[in-house]
């Protein structure tokens, strides 16, 4: 097993995190993007018995870092999976590292903590290891996930992001999460919380899309200076079908740079991108539902790439994103209906002086790029 890459990073509030953790994310055949899921399945079109197996898997083949959201709706079958483990003896609670995330409707500083005793409900744990909010962008709340006027536009809120931190600090103080981070947040965001008047608790985390296309290599930077971790999702790329993914975008997987250093090492493109940002210093998240992958993706301890690779990989770079939002008929990923919203909450019902816009524009160009097309 190569030294130069652990199996868990300390974090900035002393708890320790595993480096490789399973995305349970997945397209959603049964949310309807207006608001609730429907029928067997789980949330994001996977049945429900699949994510709990696929748990049990994880956790023999050696994973004990799972990544889940309020949004994914499977939390009742992954805590399912874990309690099973647990009581068979072969994990403890504490062996296991558990990331869940506050969603956008839930973001006013009253309703954080609901959201988490919400997902602590379904999985039927006391706390959870990690809590993130899922993204900067705040909506209407209710039990719609995509709250939407009779117009079919998204119905945003106004909420201090600061604010809704400081109800993270407070789940954090009350033991129901051990660490608190962010997701999908730019340097500009994430500067917004660290300069924060009375700040308690740093992010320990941002959680953003990485992957050799979209490397985000002056994030890491930025967030390494912080004593942030960057965890990625999205990392081996995604499958055009999905409908949250952009149509005609190169699969990673085939890409012929990477299977050439994939064929040098007698490895799989997986494991090769995964290994990527494990020498990087980010924490990875590897998505499957199935045995064989799930089995394959956690083979990335026992070999090295070169500083030679590693360059070779960086150049793969074109600032390319997988992740979109509007596929799933999300106004709120649009920067014109950003614009008509901020319009709106700045001067409404007039329009806003001309002088405005280059404003505007430059605040939506330091937007997350996963959230704008």
Known sequence: ????????VKLNDGHFMPTLGLGTSAPSKDLTWSGTAQGPSSEFGVAKSKVEEAIQIAIEVGYRHFDSA???????????????????????????????????????????????????????????????????VSLKPGEDFFPKDTDGKIIFDTVDLCSTWEALEKCKDAGLAKSIGVSNFNRRKLEMILNKPGL??????????????????????????????????????????????????????????????????????????LRYQLQRGVVVLAKSFSEKRI????????????????????????????????????????????????????????????????????????MPQSLLT
């Open 1 to 8: 097993m190569s030294g130069t890459v652990p199996l868990s």
């Open 295 to 366: 089995r394959e993706n956690f083979q990335v301890f026992d070999f090295q790439l070169t500083p030679e690779d590693m360059k070779t990989l960086d150049g793969l770079n074109r600032n390319m994103t997988y992740f979109d939002s509007t596929s799933l008929d999300q106004p709120i990923c649009r920067p014109t209906s950003l614009k008509i919203q901020l319009f709106r909450r700045v001067s409404p019902p007039t329009r806003p002086p001309r002088s405005f816009i280059p404003i505007l524009d430059r605040c939506l160009s330091n």
């Open 200 to 273: 308690r608790y740093k992010p320990v985390c941002n959680q953003v899309e990485c992957h050799p296309y979209y490397n985000r290599s002056q994030l890491l930077e930025f967030c390494k200076s912080k004593d942030i971790v960057l965890a990625a999702y999205g990392a081996l790329g995604t499958d055009s079908a999905k409908d949250w993914v952009k149509k005609g975008n190169p699969h990673l997987l085939e890409d012929p740079v990477l299977n050439a250093v994939a064929e040098k090492h007698r490895r799989s493109p997986a494991q090769v991108a």
């Open 70 to 136: 309020y949004l994914y709706l499977n939390e009742e079958e992954i805590g399912q999976a874990l309690r099973r483990k647990m009581a068979s003896g072969a994990v403890r609670r504490e062996d296991v590292f558990y990331t869940s995330k506050v969603w956008c409707t839930f973001l006013r500083p009253e309703l954080v903590q609901t959201c988490l005793e919400r997902s602590l409900r379904k999985l039927q744990l006391s706390y959870v290891d990690l809590y993130l909010i899922h993204f900067p």
